[in-house]
Protein backbone atom coordinates (compact mmCIF):
# COMPACT_ATOMS: atom_id res chain seq x y z
CA UNK A 1 0.00 0.00 0.00
CA UNK A 2 0.95 3.24 -0.84
CA UNK A 3 1.17 5.85 2.06
CA UNK A 4 -0.55 9.46 1.48
CA UNK A 5 2.02 11.51 1.71
CA UNK A 6 3.85 9.16 -0.80
CA UNK A 7 1.25 9.47 -2.93
CA UNK A 8 0.60 13.34 -2.78
CA UNK A 9 4.78 13.84 -3.67
CA UNK A 10 4.15 11.82 -6.28
CA UNK A 11 1.05 13.12 -8.13
CA UNK A 12 2.82 16.57 -7.70
CA UNK A 13 5.50 15.87 -8.84
CA UNK A 14 3.92 14.16 -12.12
CA UNK A 15 1.92 17.25 -12.61
CA UNK A 16 4.65 20.05 -12.02
CA UNK A 17 6.16 17.62 -14.86
CA UNK A 18 3.55 18.26 -17.05
CA UNK A 19 2.70 21.72 -16.83
CA UNK A 20 6.60 22.23 -17.57
CA UNK A 21 6.48 20.63 -20.30
CA UNK A 22 3.55 22.12 -22.06
CA UNK A 23 4.84 25.72 -20.94
CA UNK A 24 8.25 24.32 -22.69
CA UNK A 25 6.11 23.51 -25.25
CA UNK A 26 3.93 27.02 -25.57
CA UNK A 27 7.03 28.68 -25.65
CA UNK A 28 8.66 26.57 -27.99
CA UNK A 29 5.77 27.27 -30.97
CA UNK A 30 6.70 30.80 -30.23
CA UNK A 31 10.13 30.90 -30.79
CA UNK A 32 9.72 29.19 -34.00
CA UNK A 33 7.26 31.89 -35.25
CA UNK A 34 9.20 34.75 -35.09
CA UNK A 35 11.38 35.06 -32.28
CA UNK A 36 14.98 34.09 -33.53
CA UNK A 37 16.83 34.91 -37.07
CA UNK A 38 18.89 32.83 -38.18
CA UNK A 39 20.76 36.26 -38.90
CA UNK A 40 20.89 36.74 -35.21
CA UNK A 41 21.93 33.68 -34.03
CA UNK A 42 24.76 33.51 -36.67
CA UNK A 43 25.96 37.35 -35.39
CA UNK A 44 25.88 35.85 -31.70
CA UNK A 45 27.76 32.53 -32.22
CA UNK A 46 30.63 34.77 -34.23
CA UNK A 47 31.79 36.33 -31.03
CA UNK A 48 30.87 33.63 -28.61
CA UNK A 49 33.01 31.12 -26.81
CA UNK A 50 31.95 27.60 -25.71
CA UNK A 51 34.13 25.99 -22.24
CA UNK A 52 34.53 22.60 -22.57
CA UNK A 53 34.22 20.38 -19.04
CA UNK A 54 38.26 19.56 -19.86
CA UNK A 55 38.76 23.31 -19.65
CA UNK A 56 39.38 23.97 -23.76
CA UNK A 57 37.05 26.19 -25.54
CA UNK A 58 34.79 25.74 -28.81
CA UNK A 59 34.38 29.03 -31.06
CA UNK A 60 32.77 29.45 -33.93
CA UNK A 61 35.98 29.18 -36.50
CA UNK A 62 36.95 25.90 -34.59
CA UNK A 63 33.44 24.63 -36.58
CA UNK A 64 34.14 25.94 -40.11
CA UNK A 65 34.03 23.24 -42.71
CA UNK A 66 31.76 21.15 -40.57
CA UNK A 67 27.91 20.66 -40.54
CA UNK A 68 27.29 21.42 -36.81
CA UNK A 69 24.30 20.53 -35.33
CA UNK A 70 24.34 23.02 -31.92
CA UNK A 71 21.88 21.73 -29.63
CA UNK A 72 21.38 24.07 -26.02
CA UNK A 73 19.68 21.45 -23.41
CA UNK A 74 19.95 21.05 -19.33
CA UNK A 75 20.27 18.18 -17.47
CA UNK A 76 17.23 19.50 -15.32
CA UNK A 77 15.43 19.46 -18.83
CA UNK A 78 13.38 16.41 -19.30
CA UNK A 79 12.83 16.16 -22.64
CA UNK A 80 16.80 16.83 -23.17
CA UNK A 81 17.20 14.20 -21.00
CA UNK A 82 15.40 11.32 -23.20
CA UNK A 83 16.99 12.87 -26.89
CA UNK A 84 20.49 13.24 -25.88
CA UNK A 85 21.09 9.66 -26.44
CA UNK A 86 19.05 10.19 -30.06
CA UNK A 87 21.12 12.91 -30.63
CA UNK A 88 24.81 11.05 -29.34
CA UNK A 89 23.87 8.35 -32.29
CA UNK A 90 23.37 11.17 -34.80
CA UNK A 91 26.48 12.00 -34.11
CA UNK A 92 28.65 9.55 -34.79
CA UNK A 93 26.51 9.20 -37.85
CA UNK A 94 27.39 12.65 -38.78
CA UNK A 95 31.18 12.39 -37.58
CA UNK A 96 31.91 10.08 -39.84
CA UNK A 97 30.96 12.27 -42.91
CA UNK A 98 32.41 15.88 -41.74
CA UNK A 99 29.40 16.87 -39.15
CA UNK A 100 29.35 16.99 -35.36
CA UNK A 101 26.88 17.30 -32.78
CA UNK A 102 27.60 20.11 -30.29
CA UNK A 103 25.63 19.68 -26.98
CA UNK A 104 25.91 23.17 -25.36
CA UNK A 105 24.47 22.88 -21.36
CA UNK A 106 22.73 25.73 -19.93
CA UNK A 107 23.34 24.13 -16.78
CA UNK A 108 24.75 26.32 -13.77
CA UNK A 109 26.93 23.13 -12.47
CA UNK A 110 29.53 21.38 -14.63
CA UNK A 111 29.19 18.46 -12.06
CA UNK A 112 25.82 17.91 -13.12
CA UNK A 113 27.02 17.68 -17.00
CA UNK A 114 29.53 15.38 -16.22
CA UNK A 115 27.28 12.87 -14.60
CA UNK A 116 24.83 12.65 -17.25
CA UNK A 117 26.76 12.39 -19.86
CA UNK A 118 29.08 9.32 -17.82
CA UNK A 119 26.06 7.97 -16.58
CA UNK A 120 24.53 8.11 -20.14
CA UNK A 121 27.55 6.75 -21.59
CA UNK A 122 27.38 9.77 -24.33
CA UNK A 123 30.35 10.26 -26.12
CA UNK A 124 29.34 13.78 -28.31
CA UNK A 125 31.26 16.90 -27.52
CA UNK A 126 29.67 19.16 -25.17
CA UNK A 127 30.52 22.44 -23.95
CA UNK A 128 29.29 24.14 -20.81
CA UNK A 129 27.71 27.34 -21.14
CA UNK A 130 25.54 28.12 -18.14
CA UNK A 131 22.38 30.37 -17.71
CA UNK A 132 24.13 33.13 -18.79
CA UNK A 133 25.82 32.29 -22.01
CA UNK A 134 24.34 31.96 -25.57
CA UNK A 135 20.86 31.13 -24.28
CA UNK A 136 20.88 34.22 -22.40
CA UNK A 137 22.22 36.35 -25.26
CA UNK A 138 19.50 35.55 -27.87
CA UNK A 139 16.58 35.17 -25.29
CA UNK A 140 16.09 31.72 -25.87
CA UNK A 141 12.49 31.32 -24.12
CA UNK A 142 12.29 27.50 -24.24
CA UNK A 143 14.84 24.61 -24.51
CA UNK A 144 16.05 22.40 -26.28
CA UNK A 145 16.43 24.34 -29.13
CA UNK A 146 17.92 23.48 -32.02
CA UNK A 147 20.59 25.31 -34.13
CA UNK A 148 21.95 23.45 -37.57
CA UNK A 149 24.96 25.00 -39.33
CA UNK A 150 26.43 24.43 -43.03
CA UNK A 151 29.98 23.89 -43.86
CA UNK A 152 30.29 27.50 -44.62
CA UNK A 153 29.36 28.31 -41.02
CA UNK A 154 25.71 29.52 -42.20
CA UNK A 155 22.42 28.90 -39.96
CA UNK A 156 20.03 26.97 -42.27
CA UNK A 157 17.74 25.59 -39.78
CA UNK A 158 16.60 26.53 -36.13
CA UNK A 159 14.37 24.15 -34.04
CA UNK A 160 12.56 24.93 -30.71
CA UNK A 161 11.76 22.29 -28.37
CA UNK A 162 11.44 18.70 -28.40
CA UNK A 163 10.48 15.37 -29.79
CA UNK A 164 10.41 13.11 -32.48
CA UNK A 165 9.52 15.37 -35.57
CA UNK A 166 12.11 17.76 -34.18
CA UNK A 167 15.18 14.79 -34.04
CA UNK A 168 14.15 13.78 -37.70
CA UNK A 169 14.07 17.12 -38.90
CA UNK A 170 17.53 17.97 -37.52
CA UNK A 171 18.85 14.70 -38.66
CA UNK A 172 17.47 15.14 -42.39
CA UNK A 173 18.72 18.32 -42.38
CA UNK A 174 22.47 17.57 -41.42
CA UNK A 175 22.78 14.69 -43.75
CA UNK A 176 20.89 17.01 -46.63
CA UNK A 177 23.79 19.22 -46.25
CA UNK A 178 26.51 16.68 -45.67
CA UNK A 179 25.69 15.56 -49.36
CA UNK A 180 25.82 18.29 -50.63
CA UNK A 181 29.22 19.22 -52.20
CA UNK A 182 31.06 21.93 -50.18
CA UNK A 183 31.17 25.35 -52.08
CA UNK A 184 35.05 25.26 -51.81
CA UNK A 185 35.06 22.39 -54.36
CA UNK A 186 32.40 23.49 -56.96
CA UNK A 187 33.52 24.87 -60.51
CA UNK A 188 32.90 27.72 -62.06
CA UNK A 189 30.16 25.83 -64.31
CA UNK A 190 28.42 24.51 -60.98
CA UNK A 191 27.93 28.09 -59.27
CA UNK A 192 24.13 28.95 -59.17
CA UNK A 193 22.83 31.72 -61.16
Known sequence: ???????????????TAAVVTLLATASAVSVARGGLTPERVHAALQHHVFRTPSGGTVTYSSLAGQVVVLHLWA??????????PRLDALNTELEKRGGRVLAVSIDLDPRNVERFMLQQHLKLQVAIDGPDGLAKELD?????????????????????GSGEAMLETTAATARRL????PMATRTDAEEPR
Open 140 to 160: VPAIPYTVVLNRNGEVVSLVA
Open 1 to 15: MVKPDRFRTAVVRHA
Open 75 to 84: TWCAPCRKEL
Open 178 to 181: LAEK
